[in-house]
T-cell receptor
């Protein structure tokens, strides 16, 4: 039972193109939605995050779009570069047992071709 | 400032053997976590700790034990390794605060194969 569904599994984009990764959730108790970026042989690192009271957040070439009514959110990478090639995980967080329980999507492997 | 350090980086075990994965953080974080990462399944929480001397079960705790004797260290133990525990294990840490959504900082993982 996957509480956060992520698509696509893999994505190939040409340099300069737009990469789009989508996630959907069911539990309305989630109140924080981060995206993590993971390079081969490394651990995930926080890329960008959004709260449900905001519909969009932009940091440089990375933008999160959030649709609360549809319970969906997506990551857009503008002007994609070969250095963006990595695995991206969406996640959803809610308070649970004294800490923020983080549920991850299955991941999207992005390859940006020169 | 090393962040989160995991040892070992790689290990091969035979079924039934035991081992301990070590995690150390130098950021004075209260919370620590152990995840496993399997293809197509993202990261799943095994156990976590909200402070020195405390531990709790996560999403997939069976077959694992943990201990947090010191604030900076979080140990993950496999008492009797099984092939289903072949995975990449990640340790993470974060500051305290359910309302602040402090980001989790991850180590670079331990790749464990069980034959």
């Amino acid at each position: 039972q996957q509480q956060v569904k992520q698509s696509p599994q893999s994505l190939i984009v040409q340099k300069g193109g737009i990469s789009i990764i989508n996630c959907a959730y069911e539990n309305t108790a989630f109140d924080y939605f981060p995206w993590y970026q993971q390079f081969p042989g490394k651990g995930p690192a926080l890329l960008i995050a959004i709260r449900p009271d905001v519909s969009e957040k932009k940091e440089g070439r990375f933008t999160i779009s959030f649709n609360k009514s549809a319970k969906q959110f997506s990551l857009h990478i503008m002007d994609s570069q070969p250095g963006d090639s990595a695995t991206y995980f969406c996640a959803a967080s809610r308070p649970s047992g004294g800490y923020n329980k983080l549920i991850f999507g299955a991941g999207t492997r992005l390859a940006v071709h020169p | 400032n090393a962040g989160v350090t995991q040892t070992p980086k790689f290990r091969v075990l035979k079924t039934g053997q035991s081992m301990t994965l070590l995690c150390a953080q130098d950021m004075n974080h209260e919370y620590m976590y152990w995840y496993r990462q399997d293809p197509g399944m993202g990261l799943r929480l095994i156990h976590y700790s909200v402070g020195e001397g405390t531990t709790a079960k996560g999403e997939v705790p069976d077959g694992y034990n943990v201990s947090r004797l010191k604030k900076q260290n979080f140990l993950l133990g496999l008492e009797s390794a099984a092939p289903s525990q072949t995975s990449v294990y990640f340790c993470a840490s974060s500051y305290f605060g359910t309302g602040n959504n402090q980001p989790q900082h991850f180590g670079d993982g331990t790749r464990l194969s069980i034959l």
